[in-house]
């Protein structure tokens, strides 16, 4: 059964969640117990973020009629080295999975696999306009659809 998806809410979640990864983390005067809870507390935001905006981007392109699905958590090396939620799909007939980075506006698709860092280069990747950040430095899940739409067909 088909997971329904409330867009508007999902995003609206993901982007509050986002928004909080900008706000300032502890005073310099926080032990170092605490400037770890930051970071755990910073990542787990990330990946909570990326978690809804990849339900968003499915659901977008769900409705275009391509099929993918949401994947585990990976780490796009060309990006940094934290942990997303990415998507399955498949690129030119090959499986693929697409970590999805809140606020980037470059999008790489990788040879699926069970490694959550991708080490393999890009099968693709896809450069949004300029234009598709907002000032928050959100990047809309409807702008990421309609970019990987032509790749995923």
């Given at each position: 059964m088909a997971k329904t998806v409330d867009l508007a809410r999902v995003e609206q979640d993901a982007r509050a969640r986002f928004t909080e990864l900008r706000t300032a983390a502890p005073d310099g005067q926080a032990e170092e117990h605490d400037a770890r809870y930051a970071d755990?507390?910073?990542?787990?935001?990330?990946?909570?973020?990326?978690d809804g905006l990849a339900d968003a981007v499915a659901?977008?392109?769900?409705?275009?009629?391509?099929?993918?699905r949401t994947d585990q958590v990976r780490v796009d090396p060309a990006e940094n080295d934290h942990q997303v939620i990415a998507l399955a799909c498949t690129?030119?007939?090959?499986?693929?999975?697409l970590p999805l980075h809140p606020?980037?506006?470059?999008?790489?698709?990788?040879?699926?696999?069970?490694?959550?860092?991708?080490?393999?280069?890009?099968?693709?990747t896809v450069d949004l306009p300029a234009?598709?950040?907002?000032?928050?430095?959100?990047?809309?899940?409807?702008?990421i659809a309609d970019a990987l739409e032509p790749h995923l067909r």
């Amino acid at each position: 059964m088909a997971k329904t998806v409330d867009l508007a809410r999902v995003e609206q979640d993901a982007r509050a969640r986002f928004t909080e990864l900008r706000t300032a983390a502890p005073d310099g005067q926080a032990e170092e117990h605490d400037a770890r809870y930051a970071d755990i507390l910073r990542r787990a935001r990330l990946i909570a973020a990326s978690d809804g905006l990849a339900d968003a981007v499915a659901a977008h392109l769900v409705g275009k009629g391509i099929e993918v699905r949401t994947d585990q958590v990976r780490v796009d090396p060309a990006e940094n080295d934290h942990q997303v939620i990415a998507l399955a799909c498949t690129v030119g007939g090959a499986p693929a999975v697409l970590p999805l980075h809140p606020g980037a506006t470059t999008l790489r698709l990788y040879p699926a696999g069970t490694d959550i860092v991708l080490a393999q280069p890009p099968l693709v990747t896809v450069d949004l306009p300029a234009d598709a950040r907002a000032g928050d430095h959100w990047v809309g899940a409807a702008a990421i659809a309609d970019a990987l739409e032509p790749h995923l067909r």
